[in-house]
């Protein structure tokens, strides 16, 4: 009967940890430096991207009036779909700024075609939906991604 219970016990304990390793993630400090232009404040969305291009996760958003989101507008799609912007929210970046943020990710999407996507959209101007992207590779994750529009670079480190 003890052997039984140890089996069990085991088992059970063997179960907890494959769970915690499947669920661990890593912080990011992402470094944010926009273009000099001119203009309003710039709206930026970072998502995580699967490996079929659609949309996972919200990671960030950079802007905190909701009525604004729409402006994000392949991210508002999703967003409307499937309602969860639990991430955090800070202020929207302007031209010629820098932006330190954190965000988690899952160590379990590392290495299997997902990236990360950073969508920017500002009042009355040009909407960018992948201004910049990083795979989320271990060689590509903290390598510099330069911007297509309002981002100049996007910098992640490991912390």
């Not at 052997?3 to 059970?12: D, F, H, P, T, W």
């Not at 955090?88 to 932006?99: E, F, I, L, P, Q």
Request: positive net charge.
């Amino acid at each position: 009967m003890k052997s039984l219970s140890k089996i069990c016990l085991m088992a059970v304990i063997a179960g907890l940890l494959s769970f915690q390793a499947s669920a661990q993630t890593t912080k990011y400090k992402c470094l944010l430096q926009m273009a000099n232009y001119v203009g309003e404040g710039a709206y930026v969305v970072v998502s995580l991207i699967d490996a079929k291009g659609e949309y996972e996760k919200t990671l960030y958003i950079m802007g905190d009036d909701k009525k604004w989101y729409k402006s994000l507008k392949e991210w508002n799609k999703f967003n409307t779909k499937k309602p969860d912007v639990s991430a955090k929210t800070g202020a929207s970046v302007t031209g010629g700024d820098r932006s330190v943020t954190v965000f988690e990710i899952e160590n379990s999407k590392m290495d299997k075609g997902y990236k990360i996507r950073f969508e920017t959209a500002v009042e009355d101007q040009k909407y960018y939906v992948g201004d910049a992207e990083i795979p989320l590779t271990t060689a590509a994750i903290t390598e510099k991604a330069e911007g297509k529009g309002y981002i100049r670079y996007v910098k992640l480190s490991n912390i």
